[in-house]
Structure formats: structure tokens, C-alpha cells
């Protein structure tokens, strides 16, 4: 079987994309060795084709990608959260020119590990037309199937699952908390952080010696990791280690041996927040979309909103206990997995 992966967002600089790449394609080693597979993205691809050999990685180009999903047996929509449009339509836009080409080729369209945001994004008419289009949808989480499942139009088969980087973190779990680190992922998709300072205040009063501000997206985008800590006033930036653990290209195996995990990990990341369960962080999420509050759930983490004044993540910090690594999950991913090839077969 081939399979071509329509999601386009590999390469971009998230680590969180690779990891739950990852866990889909060790999936797929043991389940079907003999699939191959396809993507085409526009990002550079010498990177991903040393990370991930398996894939037979092609430019974003409408030639390109129509020939893709004619030589391909089925199209695979992996990860992420596909049906966003408030603030713009890329991606939405993305998938339309894909439906047809499926249409055209007689190619069905799975999603699988997709998450859903809003119930907002489904009244969509596009997202309603794609998702009533679709052959099967397994979810990375509870909510988002029960979403899609209002639907009138809808496949039959849309089932709640995990995240598949659980497949990955298992096989590969990240370093063990260290008991003195607090490790910090900020993250609010181009916005300001209204409760940094006050996050800040509450987690100087932690018994630690290592502040670390990781950086899970490598780019320097407008309110996520890197920007913040720049803009962080000189007095606070040098009580914090920057850390950014992606060597381009580099085994993934090799990069999460980087991670630097912390007795408290204090994310507003979601793939963050699943390796500090695999690693027994003492986890607090912020409450920042609808796929941090599912981690949260998931995970049995704090929760705080964005904007919380000291106190509260004062308490938040002292009431969260070590994480137990989220078995649990990584076998319901590896079970849609199973059902999708079987769906597809």
C-alpha cells in the first residue's frame, strides 16, 4: 500500500509534528512494513529525508502533488489540528485542493490523530464538505470525536484515540525530571502573554537551581518561545537557559536525548506537555486552546488560564504531583493505527 500524506506542515520547526510523525511511522514498521509512503511540503527537504528516510519527500508543487495522489492507494490526513480557518484559510484551503484531486483519482481520504479546536471550526461549510468527504477519522482525543460526531454528515467510522507521539515517547522516553530543573514552554500564537509576569513571580519561588525555557518550534515566531525569552528584561533572561534540543536532520531518537526535563514543567506546548508525562514531570498546562485542556485531562495535569495572578500558579506549582507515564495512550494510538490500515485495506 501507499500512502500519501496529505497534512503539509512537516519541516516547518515544531518538534511536536516529528514526534507524532515518529510514532505513526514505528506504527506502521510493525504493522505494515510493506507501505510506503509520501508527502510533499514547502519546506526544505534534505532535513526531513535524513530524519525520516521512509518517506519519499516531495516540493509543494501543484504537479508534484497531484501526481503524488495519483500514484498513491491513500491519502492520509496525520496530526495536527486540519480544520482551523479563523485566522486565516491555509490550511482549509490545502485540504479543498487535495479533495479534488482525490475526487478525481478515486483516492479515499482518511484523518487520523487530528484534533478540533472549536465547534466553531466545524460549522464551516468547507470543513463540513471535507469532513462529510472523508472515509474514516480517528481523533487524538475525546472531545474532538464527540465534535465531529454531532455532524449530520459525517463518517461512519470516527472514533477518539491519541496522540501517536505516545507511540514514540514510549519506545524512546525522554530523560527522567530532573528533581532541581523547572522547565518552562511558553507559547501564544502570535499573541502577548498576559500572566507571564506573574507565572514568573510564582515559579522563582520553586526549590530548583535550573530555570529552563525551552523551545519546541525552532522559529523565532511572534509569541512563542524564542520571541518571548528575547523580549524578556535583562534581570530575568540571565535566570533562565534558553534551550532548543532540534539539531536539523539529526535521528529524532538523538534529539529527545536533549530534552531537558524538569521536576515542574510549566507548558502552554501540547507535545511538551505529553513528554513531561512520559518523563514524571510535575505538570501545569496553560490554558491556551481547546488541545491543551484535552493534554490536561489526559494527563490528570494542573490547569491555569494564560492570564492567572501569582497565587494561583503558586498553588498550581505546589499541588501538582510527578506524571505517570500515559501507557494507556500509546495503546489506543497504536489501536487506530490497526483500524485505519484495516479501514484502508
Not at 2 to 8: C, E, Q, S, T
Not at 207 to 235: K, N, Y
Amino acid at each position: 500500500m501507499r500512502i500519501h500524506l496529505g497534512h503539509h506542515f512537516y519541516g516547518a520547526g515544531n518538534l511536536g509534528d516529528d514526534f507524532m510523525l515518529a510514532g505513526f511511522l514505528a506504527a506502521m514498521r510493525t504493522s505494515a512494513p510493506q507501505c510506503r509512503f509520501s508527502c510533499c511540503v514547502p519546506f526544505p527537504l534534505e532535513p526531513l529525508q535524513q530524519r525520516f528516510p521512509a518517506i519519499e519527500w516531495m516540493p509543494y508543487d501543484p504537479a508534484r502533488r497531484a501526481q503524488a495522489i495519483a500514484d498513491c492507494d491513500v491519502w492520509l490526513g496525520l496530526g495536527g489540528s486540519p480544520f482551523q480557518s479563523a485566522q486565516n484559510r491555509w490550511f482549509i484551503d490545502h485540504l479543498l485542493d487535495d479533495a479534488a484531486l482525490c475526487t478525481r483519482e478515486n483516492k479515499a481520504m482518511f484523518y487520523l490523530g487530528i484534533g478540533v479546536q472549536t465547534a466553531t471550526e466545524l460549522a464551516v461549510p468547507d470543513t463540513q464538505h471535507l469532513i462529510a468527504k472523508a472515509a474514516g477519522i480517528w481523533t487524538r482525543d475525546q472531545r474532538s470525536a464527540e465534535r465531529i460526531q454531532t455532524l449530520p454528515d459525517r463518517p461512519d467510522q470516527v472514533e477518539a484515540a491519541a496522540d501517536l507521539a505516545h507511540v514514540f515517547f514510549r519506545a524512546n522516553q525522554p530523560p527522567a525530571a530532573v528533581s532541581e530543573r523547572v522547565t518552562l514552554v511558553p507559547n501564544f500564537d502570535y499573541a502577548t502573554w498576559s500572566g507571564q509576569s506573574a507565572t514568573l513571580e510564582a515559579i522563582s519561588a520553586l526549590p530548583v537551581r535550573d530555570r529552563v525555557w525551552l523551545a519546541q518550534e525552532s522559529r523565532e515566531l511572534p509569541g512563542a518561545e524564542r520571541a518571548l525569552h528575547a523580549a524578556l528584561p535583562e534581570s530575568e533572561k540571565g535566570r533562565w537557559r534558553l534551550a532548543s534540543p532540534d539539531l536539523p536532520g539529526a535521528p529524532l531518537a538523538q534529539v529527545l536525548s536533549l530534552w531537558p526535563s524538569g521536576g515542574w514543567l510549566v507548558s502552554a506546548r501540547y507535545h511538551a506537555a505529553l513528554a513531561g508525562a512520559w518523563a514524571r514531570s510535575r505538570i501545569v498546562i496553560i490554558d491556551t486552546n481547546e488541545k491543551l485542556r484535552a493534554a490536561a485531562h489526559e494527563l490528570s495535569a494542573s490547569l491555569i488560564s494564560a492570564d492567572a495572578p501569582a497565587a494561583t500558579v503558586a498553588r498550581a506549582l505546589v499541588q501538582a504531583t510527578p506524571a505517570t507515564p500515559p501507557v494507556a495512550s500509546a495503546d489506543r494510538a497504536l489501536a487506530a493505527c490497526a483500524a485505519f490500515l484495516h479501514a484502508a485495506s
